[in-house]
């Protein structure tokens, strides 16, 4: 089977979960969702990042990247609850690409095994129905992870500045993601010595 249909597939089940979706904006949210959201809302109602629902995380940090991608939605489509979730299936072809060309220049592991494992994964397809951050961490993270491999691998300091501010970008959303840099320093350290 070639991995594409399985791609268009995927995406064909994607799409169908809108028409299950809409308009209940309720199966919309899942864990932190309902606060990202309400975050953006905030901002484009009010020009404060605040939201304070009540519940025993309710005073939590939550970091300004998917707020401000919900915002930004919003703003230029209006408040449709099926812009977040076309969104996500962009970004999930957009994660099959970056796997594609992250493993075609690492190549160790056929992408197409690599996507047909993503593909299949429900749970990516059930992400495409939440408002949830993932779709849009994943792929940032992916090219963050290539320029670091092209970096390495062509010793180009313009690949290495592309990787950092991606990262950044990528700590917005997950604030993990500052630990990274420690372990890829302790990893290019280790690799000079060699």
């Known amino acids: ?31 932190d969702s309902a606060v990202y959201e309400g975050l953006a809302i905030s901002l484009l ?7 304070l629902p009540k519940g025993i995380n309710s005073d939590l940090i939550r970091p300004p990247g998917y707020p401000i991608v919900i915002y930004c939605t919003y703003w230029l489509f209006g408040q449709h609850y ?24 690492i190549g160790i592991i056929d992408y197409k095994i690599v996507i047909f494992l993503i ?3 429900l749970g990516w397809t059930i992400q495409s129905s939440q408002l949830v951050a993932e779709p849009l961490f994943t792929p940032i993270l992916l090219l963050s992870t290539l ?6 691998k062509q010793n180009n300091v313009q690949n290495l500045i592309y990787s950092a501010a991606l990262l950044g970008i990528c700590s917005l959303i997950k604030p993990i993601t500052l630990y990274l840099p420690i372990i890829i320093a302790f990893y290019l350290l280790i690799k000079k010595n060699y």
Do not use: C, H
């Not at 089977?1 to 904006?25: E, G, Q």
């Open 1 to 31: 089977m070639k991995i594409k249909y399985v791609v268009i597939a995927s995406l064909i089940l994607k799409i169908l979960l809108i028409f299950y979706l809409y308009p209940n904006k309720e199966r919309m949210f899942n864990g």
């Open 45 to 51: 109602e009010k020009q404060q990042y605040e939201y």
């Open 82 to 105: 099926i812009i977040p979730i076309l969104l996500n299936i962009f970004l999930f072809l957009a994660i099959v690409l970056s796997l594609k060309k992250l493993t075609e220049i």
């Open 119 to 121: 593909t299949i994964d």
């Open 147 to 152: 320029f670091l491999i092209l970096y390495i």
